[in-house]
């Protein structure tokens, strides 16, 4: 069974910055699997962040290009995400997932408010 859990939230000002981190386990396959970061805030649905293939491409949602960055250590079984220049609206709850199982993390709440 695979484990995900995220850390690294907090409360931040406005431009400032935060790195996730989502540790996996349970699987010896995790250099193998696409792994995503979601968020959603209060009252909104769940919505896409950032993915990394098993190969280390990315892609990420409008509101965050140039902003996030994703990225991973197969070593650790890790994926972090970089999130500078924050604003308000990035406020929300951060799940990581690993794509092929579906499975989700629990969540770190990420503040951002001056």
């Given at each position: 069974?695979?484990?995900?859990?995220?850390s690294g939230?907090?409360?931040?000002?406005?431009?400032?910055?935060?790195?996730?981190?989502?540790?996996?386990?349970?699987?010896?396959?995790?250099?193998?699997?696409?792994?995503?970061?979601?968020?959603?805030?209060?009252?909104?649905?769940?919505?896409?962040?950032?993915?990394?293939?098993?190969?280390?491409?990315?892609d990420y949602?409008?509101?965050?290009?140039?902003?996030?960055?994703?990225?991973?250590?197969?070593?650790?079984?890790?994926?972090?995400?970089?999130?500078?220049?924050?604003?308000?609206?990035?406020?929300?709850?951060?799940?990581?997932?690993?794509?092929?199982?579906?499975?989700?993390?629990?969540?770190?709440?990420?503040?951002?408010?001056?």
């Amino acid at each position: 069974q695979v484990q995900l859990v995220e850390s690294g939230g907090g409360l931040v000002q406005p431009g400032g910055s935060l790195t996730l981190s989502c540790a996996a386990s349970g699987t010896r396959f995790f250099s193998a699997r696409a792994m995503g970061w979601y968020r959603q805030a209060p009252g909104k649905d769940r919505e896409f962040v950032a993915t990394i293939t098993s190969g280390g491409s990315t892609d990420y949602a409008d509101s965050v290009k140039g902003r996030f960055t994703i990225s991973r250590d197969n070593a650790k079984n890790v994926v972090y995400l970089q999130m500078n220049s924050l604003k308000p609206e990035d406020t929300a709850v951060y799940y990581c997932k690993m794509i092929v199982t579906g499975s989700w993390g629990q969540g770190t709440q990420v503040t951002v408010s001056s």
